[in-house]
């Protein structure tokens, strides 16, 4: 596996990873604001994509994820791994990545994720990949799209 910045012709694998956890966070595929932020993350080289070794360009990717930061505080606004590759390591290379990349502290490193109360909160995986990477629980923070719980997950960053 390859982790690497995303390029535009990454748009539609993308787009292809939100079709598959939109019965998590809600519709994204058909949401010019989903395509915005990504395309404004292409821009800003703040995507990453991780692709298997020796990938065809334009391929499925494994997984994607989008960053930004207002420094001290550093923020992952998504995080997708393709239903294949979960379990696999992908998620971890793209956060130790996106770290190596983009993170100076000291500060915090911040992602919003389901609330203990979602149904995605087991399902996904997401709150306990979080935990393993040293994020604890912090605030709830405003419901997603779909109307599902959320919360703030915290690092701190030297």
Do not use: C, K, N
Request: net charge neutral; no cysteine.
């Amino acid at each position: 596996m390859i982790v690497r910045l995303a390029r535009e012709r990454d748009l539609a694998a993308f787009t292809a990873l939100a079709a598959q956890v939109e019965h998590w966070f809600g519709p994204m595929v058909g949401d010019p604001g989903f395509r915005d932020a990504v395309d404004a993350h292409l821009r800003e080289s703040t995507a990453l994509a991780a692709v298997p070794s020796g990938a065809d360009p334009g391929s499925a990717l494994l997984g994607g994820l989008l960053f930004g930061a207002e420094p001290p505080v550093h923020h992952v606004h998504w995080l997708v791994i393709s239903e294949e590759a979960r379990g696999t390591g992908v998620g971890r290379a793209l956060m130790a990545e996106a770290v190596r990349r983009f993170v100076r502290g000291p500060g915090t490193l911040e992602v919003v994720t389901f609330g203990a109360d979602h149904p995605g909160a087991v399902t996904s995986g997401a709150r306990a990949f979080y935990e393993r990477l040293g994020f604890t629980p912090a605030e709830p923070t405003a419901p997603g799209p779909e109307g599902g719980s959320r919360q703030i997950y915290r690092r701190s960053v030297r």
